[in-house]
């Protein structure tokens, strides 16, 4: 049995590992813009075409990070927001058993960030998190894996074990 997906304009919650990921992330980033800003120039003296070009190349730097500053503060926003994962559908943040085609089980859990550390994570943007996403218990998905297509069954959908720490 397979279902569409639903689709859903808002970001869900995230995880605790994820938003301590985006926290360093976004310090990161602003300690790097303080850098980047500092370089820039602020007279109008004409100087070399080089350093016109420099002076370029700092400002779109600075463009792009205030940009994905911006990203980040919204994304960490809208999910402090947001309701726990559904168990009723998988979303990001939703742990997921999954029946593969060998018949082997694993229970995954669906995140934003990969992390090194945490094997039984699955990002939301990969083939299997992709496919996961938006489908019940007993929905059977078709994802793309480097040795071909896929299939696997969601047996249940529930909270992250470790979810109250």
């Given at each position: 049995m397979s279902r569409e997906p639903e689709e859903s304009t808002e970001p869900g919650a995230i995880g605790t590992e994820a938003r301590r990921a985006l926290e360093r992330e976004l310090a990161d980033l602003r300690t790097e813009r303080e850098a980047v800003a500092s370089t820039l120039g602020g007279t109008d003296t004409a100087g070399d075409t080089a350093d016109q070009a420099?002076?370029?190349?700092?400002?779109?730097?600075?463009?792009?990070?205030?940009?994905?500053?911006?990203?980040?503060?919204?994304?960490?926003?809208?999910a402090s927001r947001a309701a726990p994962?559904?168990?009723?559908?998988?979303?990001?943040?939703?742990?997921?058993?999954?029946?593969?085609?060998?018949?082997?089980?694993?229970?995954?859990?669906?995140?934003?960030?990969?992390a090194e550390s945490d094997l039984t994570l699955v990002t939301a943007d990969s083939p299997l998190g992709r496919a996961l996403l938006g489908h019940r218990a007993g929905d059977s998905v078709a994802y793309d894996t480097p040795d071909g297509r896929a299939t696997a069954t969601v047996v249940s959908l529930g909270e992250r074990p470790d979810a109250a720490r």
């Open positions: 420099d002076e370029l190349q700092r400002a779109t730097e600075l463009d792009r990070l205030d940009n994905r500053i911006e990203t980040l503060r919204t994304r960490l926003e809208r994962p559904s168990t009723d559908a998988v979303g990001v943040g939703s742990t997921v058993e999954v029946r593969f085609a060998d018949g082997t089980t694993e229970t995954v859990q669906i995140g934003e960030i990969a």
